[in-house]
């Protein structure tokens, strides 16, 4: 279309560069013709005719059309006589009088003007010439601008094609790769395990490796996250930032994820094209972060290639719903939400998120949800009391209940931990000190891929925000690791031993330990 608007603006282009052609002569006609009515004669046929031959070819002398001795023979004269008094004009000698003195007058006018016309001929010709020139050159330059134009399109064009077409083989390619891995019995080992995790953890993170004390890998963690911050100027937020040796004591050096032996059984169950990774957990433990994590960096090639890169195998949630507990397989087969409808419950991987019980319970005292127990929100937890401590959680389609709220925690996270289908359990604090490896764990785990520029996308900002020292506005991310960095904030939220020693009897301490927590210590409180 662009072409076709450019082709018709040269057209006009060129039409009004063509030189106008001058009058013609018969207006010369026109104006004896006036000039004779103004006179008070009024010329007819035979006149006009007479006048315009007369102008057309003029006469060698004047005397032929005044009656004087000229060349014109006398037959003739006598003629032109005849012609005027059969046509009944009175006055025959006065108009010849007439007729001769505005001949004569236009005859001196037009060699007048013959001689003006030929000295401008020459003056204008040169002139004349160099202004068809000028204007045949802007033409030239219009039209060869827009075939520049026109070339760029199509280079344009044509890299947009080939950007996608290798897009779209890359796509293929890898599928087919894959496919061919699995036949010749070669298994895809996730990125955390080929570093050295086994079947319950994921390989450690060496940028995070820090000497006691050091601070460092927590400010190249920020700064990677686009989270600076200059110990000079901050010096009240750099205060409050943990060392590196303290996140390691509270959850070891290297992030725990459960489950990563099923990863190759999953991607090889089904078409990989119908495979989703999605996010699931109780209330309170990091669903939305790692779900966040998962759609700002990983994608499903498979799927994109037979659905189109739309559909980047990514979900919010799982069908059955992220914070329902998966031990009924009835209902976790049948069960949709309203946006998973058609989904397979089979064919997604869930990442199961779990928070350190401690730092959950606080979370749970601030929101808590659709459980329900008996607490003072000015004073909980608070397992000393009277009263029941027996909770319930209300589901959409049921209502389930536990001997108290750290019970849920127990029975929740058992009940994924023996479920028979595909999943993974990750620590919420490993999205927040290792994001960036188990995300990639997980993506790859699921049959997925990050990013190809090779950038990883943090989740920096929350809805909670505050300002720091200068003035400066913290982020969600910078908080989170502020707060799951330090042992003191874990404890903070209990104010007597006892609500502590019952959090320690009745946590199940193998879960505890094979997701790489520790049991309260209470002796924080002596």
């Known amino acids: 279309s662009w072409l076709r608007s450019f082709i018709k603006v040269s057209i006009v282009l060129v039409h009004y560069s063509r030189p106008i052609p001058p009058p013609s002569s018969p207006r010369q006609f026109d104006i004896i013709s006036i000039s004779i009515s103004i ?14 031959s007369q102008i057309e070819e ?22 032109s006589s005849a012609a005027s008094k059969s046509d009944g004009v009175a006055n025959g000698n006065g108009f010849s009088k007439e007729i001769a003195k505005a001949a004569d007058a236009r005859e001196e006018r037009k060699k007048r003007r013959i001689r003006k016309d030929r ?6 010709k040169p002139s004349a010439a160099s202004s068809s020139s000028s204007q045949g050159s802007i033409v030239w330059t219009v039209l060869v601008i827009g075939l520049i134009f026109c070339m760029v399109d199509v280079v344009y064009i044509m890299a ?20 061919a891995q699995k036949a010749a019995g070669v298994v895809a080992v996730p990125a955390a395990v080929r570093r050295g995790g086994g079947g319950d953890g994921g390989g450690s993170d060496t940028s995070n490796v820090g000497k006691s004390g050091d601070k460092t890998p927590i400010l190249n963690l920020l700064k990677e996250a686009g989270v600076a911050i200059n110990p000079d100027v901050d010096k009240e937020l750099y205060d409050e930032l943990p060392t590196w040796d303290e996140v390691v004591g509270l959850y070891g050096d290297k992030p725990v994820i459960h489950g990563l032996e099923m990863c190759d059984d999953f991607q090889a169950h089904s078409d990989p094209a119908d495979h989703f990774v999605s996010t699931a957990g109780t209330f309170n433990s990091g669903t939305n972060l790692m779900a966040e994590l ?27 719903g992220k914070h329902t507990p998966p031990g009924d397989d009835d209902f976790r087969l049948t069960h949709k939400t309203d946006k998973d409808k058609d989904i397979d419950a089979t064919n997604i991987l869930p990442a199961v998120t779990i928070r350190d019980p401690l730092f959950w319970l606080g979370s749970m005292c601030k929101h808590q949800y659709a459980a329900h127990w008996s607490h003072d929100s000015d004073d909980c937890p608070n397992f000393s009391a009277d009263d029941d401590l027996k909770a319930f959680i209300q589901y959409s389609d049921f209502r389930k209940y536990h001997d108290s709220i750290v019970h849920h ?60 020292a200068h003035g400066k506005i913290r982020t969600g991310y910078l908080d989170a690791i502020v707060k ?11 104010k007597r031993r006892s609500d502590l020693e019952y959090v320690r009897d009745n946590l199940d301490t193998n879960l505890v ?14």
Not at 119 to 124: G, I, L, S
Not at 160 to 179: F, I
Not at 484 to 494: M, P
């Open 39 to 52: 006179n008070g004669i009024a010329p007819n046929s035979r006149s006009t005719a007479m006048l315009r």
């Open 58 to 79: 003029p006469p060698k002398s004047l005397g032929s059309l005044a009656g004087g001795s000229g060349d014109e023979s006398l037959p003739s004269r006598r003629k």
């Open 119 to 124: 000295a401008r001929t020459k003056k204008e």
């Open 160 to 179: 947009k094609v080939d950007k996608h077409h290798t897009v779209a083989t890359n796509l293929v390619e890898s599928v087919a790769e894959r496919t």
């Open 294 to 320: 998962l759609i700002a960096n990983c994608h499903m090639p498979a799927r994109m290639a037979k659905y189109g890169a739309i559909n980047r195998g990514v979900r919010w949630q799982v069908p059955w």
């Open 409 to 468: 925690w127990n029975d929740f996270y058992n009940e994924y931990m023996n479920v028979k289908f595909h999943r993974l359990i990750v620590r919420f604090e490993d999205l927040v000190f290792h994001a960036k490896e188990v995300t990639e764990t997980v993506c790859h785990c699921a049959g997925g891929e990050m990013r190809r520029d090779g950038r990883f996308k943090y989740i920096v900002n929350s809805a909670k925000k505050g300002k720091a």
């Open 484 to 494: 799951y960095g330090s042992a003191a904030k874990q404890y903070a939220v209990f």
């Open 513 to 526: 330990a094979t997701m790489g927590y520790k049991m309260p210590d209470v002796t924080k409180f002596d």
